[in-house]
Nanobody, 126 residues
């Protein structure tokens, strides 16, 4: 069964950057749409961004637009989330998730996603 593993989280000062990585083990992300979600303390999980299986289409939540960039390298079986200009409100656990669908657009809603990673902690604080 496909397993997803996130990495790249950590502690960063406001205004700083992090690059999260999502890797597939015991399977492949080929043909899957991949999304990033986050959950802040005491809040519900929310969508951050998603990328279609061929990388041709992306979707961003309003708070991520212009600051975050999602990309994928199918040869390396990885999906990345580059996060710039980080704010304290970006603090939370970040999850990657995937699902397979023939449509060429990804959906930013978690109910579409079948496989989830364990998450990586991102803390933005001075």
């Amino acid at each position: 069964q496909l397993q997803l593993v996130e990495s790249g989280g950590g502690l960063v000062q406001p205004g700083g950057s992090l690059r999260l990585s999502c890797a597939a083990s015991h399977g492949t992300l080929d043909g899957d749409h991949v999304g990033w979600f986050r959950q802040a303390p005491g809040k519900e999980r929310e969508g951050v961004s998603c990328i279609s299986s061929n990388g041709g289409r992306t979707n961003y939540n309003d708070f991520a637009e212009g600051r975050f960039t999602i990309s994928r390298d199918n040869t390396k079986k990885r999906v990345y989330l580059q996060m710039n200009s980080l704010k304290p409100d970006d603090t939370g656990v970040y999850f990657c998730a995937s699902y397979h669908d023939p449509d060429d657009s990804c959906m930013p809603f978690e109910q579409w996603y079948d496989y989830w990673g364990q998450g990586t902690q991102v803390t933005v604080s001075s």
